[in-house]
């Protein structure tokens, strides 16, 4: 038998994205913001999107400088994550005090990327939709990369990287079992 979900908890239950760093940045100001509401969104152009809450810092410098970039964190760094998603940038310097290192972009001059990610995709704002509380950031990715040892033939081998995915709230898992099936 199913239950009733409160319509407030509706986004729980799609809640198990795999879970990004969102690295902005805007004149002297540069962030790091944790987010699970992150869609592929094309391939011809390769588009991304990722959904921010309106009020948070990155969304400010992403307003004002229409780029980011999508940081592929794996399960090594999971305390960083954490930080980067209760921490704001409106108080805190997060690269500083995170300890997690800046990294030039290769086409985004002045967006760092963070170099303990093992994938990054660096995407330049074609639109932004108003979607309630939160903004949804289409990004077009103008460059990506992925730690070799990794991503081997097009796929991510998660016999040997683990993702973070998030249930919501303080609650996690990560990814365990690469399967192949028959076609
Ligand atoms: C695992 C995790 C996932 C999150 N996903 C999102 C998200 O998809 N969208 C969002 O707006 N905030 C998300 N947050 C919350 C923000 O990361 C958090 O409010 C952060 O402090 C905002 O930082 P900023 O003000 O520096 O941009 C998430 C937090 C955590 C811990």
């Not at 903004?135 to 103008?142: K, M, R, T, W």
């Amino acid at each position: 038998m199913k239950k009733v979900v409160p319509k407030n908890q509706a986004n729980r239950l799609l809640n198990c994205g795999m879970v990004v760093m969102v690295s902005c940045a805007y004149k002297d100001k540069a962030n790091i913001t944790t987010c699970a509401w992150q869609m592929p969104l094309s391939k011809k152009p390769p588009a991304a999107a990722v959904a921010l809450d309106k009020d948070h810092f990155s969304s400010d410098l992403m307003r004002e400088s229409e780029e980011f970039i999508i940081n592929i964190p794996d399960w090594s760094i999971l305390d960083q994550v954490v930080k980067c998603g209760s921490w704001s940038g409106w108080n805190v310097d997060k690269f500083a005090e995170t300890g997690l290192n800046s990294e030039k972009a290769h086409s985004l001059v002045n967006i760092p990327k963070v170099k303990e990610c093992v994938g990054a995709l660096e995407c330049a704002v074609f639109d932004i939709k108003d979607v309630g509380d939160h903004h949804l950031f289409f990004g077009e990715v103008i460059s990506a990369e992925a730690e070799e040892d990794y991503f081997k033939e097009g796929f991510w081998d998660t016999r040997k990287v683990q993702f973070i995915f998030h249930l919501g709230s303080r609650y996690f898992f990560k990814s365990s079992e690469f399967i192949e099936v028959e076609k």
